[in-house]
C-alpha cells in the first residue's frame, strides 16, 4: 500500500516561516507530481504547490511570491516551505501525489496523506 506522511506544521507566527514535509512510502514505480493542498474551515480544499518530474511547478494565488517547494527522487519526499506567514495560512494542510504504481499498468493513481494542521498563533 502506498502511504504519505506528513510532518511540520504546528502553532505558527505571522511574518514566520513554515517548512512541511511529506515522505511517500509503499510501492511506488514511478512519482509523477507531489504536493500541497490545503483547507481552512468553512472553505474548499486549494492548491498550494505541486512539483512535477521534469521539476515544474504550480502555485496557488494566495502563496505566490512566498513559497518554495522541492522533491527529493530517491527518497519520495516533498518539502514545503511558506515565508512571510498570514493568518489566512491557518488551514489543514494535506500532501498529495500522483503515481504509477507497477510498471505494468500506465495508469496513474493519486493519494493524499492524512493533513497536517497549520494554525496562526498570533
Known amino acids: 500500500q502506498v502511504q504519505l506522511m506528513e510532518s511540520g506544521g504546528g502553532l505558527v507566527q505571522a511574518g514566520g516561516s513554515l517548512l512541511l514535509s511529506c515522505d511517500a512510502s509503499g510501492s511506488i514505480f514511478s512519482i509523477k507530481t507531489m504536493g500541497w493542498y490545503r483547507q481552512a474551515p468553512g472553505k474548499s480544499r486549494e492548491l498550494v504547490a505541486t512539483i512535477s518530474t521534469d521539476s515544474g511547478t504550480s502555485f496557488g494565488d494566495s502563496v505566490k511570491g512566498r513559497i518554495a517547494i522541492s522533491r527529493d527522487d530517491a527518497r519520495n519526499t516533498v518539502n514545503l516551505q511558506i515565508n512571510k506567514l498570514k493568518p489566512d495560512d491557518t488551514a489543514v494542510y494535506y500532501c498529495?501525489?500522483?503515481?504509477?504504481?507497477?510498471?505494468?499498468?500506465?495508469?496513474?493513481?493519486?493519494?493524499w496523506g492524512q493533513g497536517t494542521q497549520v494554525t496562526d498563533s498570533s
Open positions: 498529495n501525489m500522483r503515481a504509477q504504481i507497477s510498471w505494468n499498468d500506465k495508469r496513474e493513481y493519486t493519494y
